[in-house]
């Protein structure tokens, strides 16, 4: 037997353990080969399965090499590694080692009082196998977790930078936050569930209880247009795409439902509860296009607003 570099007892202490990565094949068997057992940790095995001296050594050194590949491995705060058996290896009791990879010692020993080699065990190549596609899969998930993240931070960027490049608007506009179709300040929409059906899209964007917000009623398109009517002007554009589907086509993704007619860009929250953006400004040469109230009433409607001229 070997001395320790520690006192005994030291594997049954209550210290908090942070999961660690099993090692490599070569630097495991390379460990379990020449590790020094110490008393305790021999004693403790020899005790608990009644095997030789001899016999514990050996089969301590096969475990070891085991479950430093393929087991669950944690270190406390002290630098002690713990390597416990695979859940492969079945048992609610798990086979337990404590080591100090630094020093190359097996400090520690717990596990039920069934021997680990009474049972058929899954190979270590088919577990080794396991592992690695397991890793595979959780690389993968990570790298598109990346490139989603990534994306998402582009698609940020370049917002803000059109924001940044878009000149200041030259006309009237309106303070920032939501208003009621009739013009009034509205609180900003509580959230609800996002809708994902068109027809019940075009049914509930044109209810009384959706607001606009200033950054749809400020656009561009509506330059023209007095404040006052501006929220007018809105409802007609947005009952016109949402109405007649030959108008207006619907994205409907995560974060917005987009609305697209008639040289026109609207934005909606995915509950429909408001109108986010229409047309936003976009650098570049060119005047953009601008509501005309012609475009956006019924024939009969523009008859009846007429009447009172003739």
């Given at each position: 037997?070997?001395?320790?570099?520690?006192?005994?007892?030291?594997?049954?202490?209550?210290?908090?353990?942070?999961?660690?990565?099993?090692?490599?094949?070569?630097?495991?068997?390379?460990?379990?080969?020449?590790?020094?057992?110490?008393?305790?940790?021999?004693?403790?095995?020899?005790?608990?399965?009644?095997?030789?001296?001899?016999?514990?050594?050996?089969?301590?050194?096969?475990?070891?090499?085991?479950?430093?590949?393929?087991?669950?491995?944690?270190?406390?705060?002290?630098?002690?590694?713990?390597?416990?058996?695979?859940r492969a290896d079945g048992g609610e009791h798990p086979y337990s080692f404590l080591l100090d990879l630094e020093t190359g010692h097996v400090i520690g020993y717990n596990g039920p009082g069934t021997s680990?080699?009474?049972?058929?065990?899954?190979?270590?190549?088919?577990?080794?196998?396991?592992?690695?596609?397991?890793?595979?899969?959780?690389?993968?998930?990570?790298q598109r977790r990346a490139a989603h993240e990534q994306r998402m931070r582009m698609q940020q960027e370049a917002a803000a930078a059109r924001r940044a490049a878009a000149p200041e608007p030259t006309w009237?506009?309106?303070?920032?936050?939501?208003?009621?179709?009739?013009?009034?300040?509205?609180?900003?929409?509580?959230?609800?569930?996002?809708?994902?059906?068109?027809?019940?899209?075009?049914?509930?964007?044109?209810?009384?209880?959706?607001?606009?917000?200033?950054?749809?009623?400020?656009?561009?398109?509506?330059?023209?247009?007095?404040?006052?009517?501006?929220?007018?002007?809105?409802?007609?554009?947005?009952?016109?795409?949402?109405?007649?589907?030959?108008?207006?086509?619907?994205?409907?993704?995560?974060?917005?439902?987009?609305?697209?007619?008639?040289?026109?860009?609207?934005?909606?929250?995915?509950?429909?509860?408001?109108?986010?953006?229409?047309?936003?400004?976009?650098?570049?040469?060119?005047?953009?296009?601008?509501?005309?109230?012609?475009?956006?009433?019924?024939?009969?409607?523009?008859?009846?607003?007429?009447?009172?001229?003739?």
């Open positions: 037997m070997h001395d320790s570099p520690t006192a005994p007892g030291t594997g049954h202490t209550t210290e908090r353990w942070h999961r660690i990565e099993a090692l490599p094949q070569q630097e495991a068997e390379e460990l379990a080969r020449t590790a020094q057992i110490t008393r305790h940790a021999l004693r403790e095995y020899m005790v608990t399965h009644i095997v030789s001296e001899a016999t514990a050594d050996a089969e301590v050194r096969q475990l070891v090499e085991r479950f430093l590949q393929v087991g669950r491995l944690s270190r406390s705060a002290t630098g002690t590694v713990r390597a416990r058996s695979p680990w080699f009474d049972d058929v065990r899954v190979p270590l190549d088919d577990l080794r196998r396991r592992l690695a596609d397991r890793r595979h899969r959780e690389q993968e998930q990570q009237p506009v309106l303070p920032a936050g939501y208003y009621t179709r009739e013009g009034d300040p509205a609180p900003a929409p509580a959230h609800r569930r996002p809708i994902t059906d068109e027809a019940r899209i075009r049914q509930v964007g044109r209810l009384p209880h959706v607001v606009f917000h200033s950054d749809a009623l400020n656009s561009p398109f509506f330059r023209e247009v007095p404040v006052e009517r501006r929220c007018e002007a809105l409802q007609r554009v947005l009952n016109l795409l949402l109405r007649a589907p030959s108008k207006g086509t619907l994205a409907i993704g995560a974060d917005a439902i987009t609305v697209t007619g008639k040289k026109v860009t609207m934005t909606l929250t995915p509950d429909c509860a408001a109108v986010r953006t229409l047309n936003p400004p976009r650098p570049g040469p060119g005047q953009p296009s601008q509501y005309r109230a012609k475009n956006w009433t019924k024939g009969r409607e523009r008859s009846r607003e007429q009447e009172p001229e003739q």
